[in-house]
């Protein structure tokens, strides 16, 4: 008889815990690296932190969605028995199928002609745009040419205020000096 308070490793393949005789079997119980079988019964065994993906994405006895759910068919069916499930409802697919082409070609007719409607409209607004920039164009043109005879009248203005001011300053320098010379004849 060996004491229950013994250390002793696990025996499973992978594991590194060391626990007390009397736990061991609560602990090999949960351990991740035991070997099971699949709880579905497929035959296949792997350690316990592979039951998981196992079930999931590999098991043969797992259930799986029809690869033609995508368009209708709404068996559930177990993952080895897809090629006889669509071998055997092979007229239903096809039936199937052909709905969701007629529903594809349903709405690429109406796709296209959404698309006519706005090239047409895209048409429109490029005559719109080109009329448009042709007005303004003009309209600058205009504008441009109305500065243009602005900056000249500015121009000659100045040159015209120049040349009064500069009689004007003259005309107040004359002034100055007749009105000192009226001074000094008056003394």
Aim: net charge positive; hydrophobic share 35%.
């Amino acid at each position: 008889p060996s004491c229950q308070f013994a250390p002793v490793a696990c025996p499973n393949d992978g594991c590194a815990v060391t626990i007390s005789r009397q736990h061991l079997a609560s602990h090999d119980a949960h351990c991740q690296f035991k070997i099971i079988p699949c709880r579905l019964g497929c035959g296949d065994t792997f350690p316990r932190s592979r039951e998981e993906t196992h079930l999931a994405d590999v098991c043969a006895l797992r259930e799986v969605p029809c690869p033609f759910s995508g368009i209708g068919c709404t068996a559930v069916i177990v993952a080895r028995d897809v090629a006889e499930h669509i071998s055997s409802n092979m007229e239903s697919h096809l039936l199937l199928s052909l709905n969701r082409i007629n529903d594809y070609e349903r709405v690429i007719k109406d796709l296209n002609g959404r698309v006519k409607v706005l090239e047409e409209e895209n048409h429109q607004f490029k005559l719109s745009f080109a009329e448009n920039k042709t007005s303004v164009a003009k309209q600058l043109t205009d504008v441009q040419s109305g500065l243009t005879k602005l900056s000249k009248r500015v121009d000659g203005l100045d040159n015209t205020n120049q040349k009064e001011f500069k009689k004007v300053w003259q005309l107040a320098k004359d002034v100055q000096k007749a009105h000192l010379q009226l001074k000094k004849e008056l003394r």
